[in-house]
């Protein structure tokens, strides 16, 4: 199983982007994902979860309200929303399922 993220870029404060994460090779059916995130000089953080059916989700308290994951597993995507954002949600965004991890991608929100 790899995992392939997308969707990152420069956005201003306030604005939206979208992440997907998807897979090379295999499904994700089977498997909660999370979304993690790294900001520099800081530690890897936990952002959300989703279990594998998509009926439950969770969130850092960091996110909450602003942030949405979400999966269609017919097309093999899970996907995190992110709106209103904030200059601190600047960091590489990893989505992860077990010890598998992807390669990140980069957002980072400008004043």
């Known amino acids: 199983l790899q995992l392939v993220e997308s969707g990152g870029g420069l956005v201003q404060f306030g604005g939206s982007l979208r992440l997907d994460c998807t897979t090379t090779g295999d499904t994700l059916r089977e498997d909660p994902i999370k979304w993690y995130r790294q900001a520099p000089g800081k530690e890897r953080e936990w952002v ?3 279990t594998s059916s998509g009926q439950s989700t969770w ?3 960091s996110v909450q309200g602003r942030f949405t994951i979400s999966r269609d597993n017919a097309k093999n995507i899970v996907s995190l929303q992110m709106k209103s954002l904030k200059i601190d949600d600047t960091a590489v965004y990893y989505c992860n399922t077990g010890d598998t991890w992807g390669q990140g991608t980069q957002v980072t929100v400008s004043s």
């Open 48 to 50: 959300a979860i989703i």
């Open 59 to 61: 969130y850092a308290d």
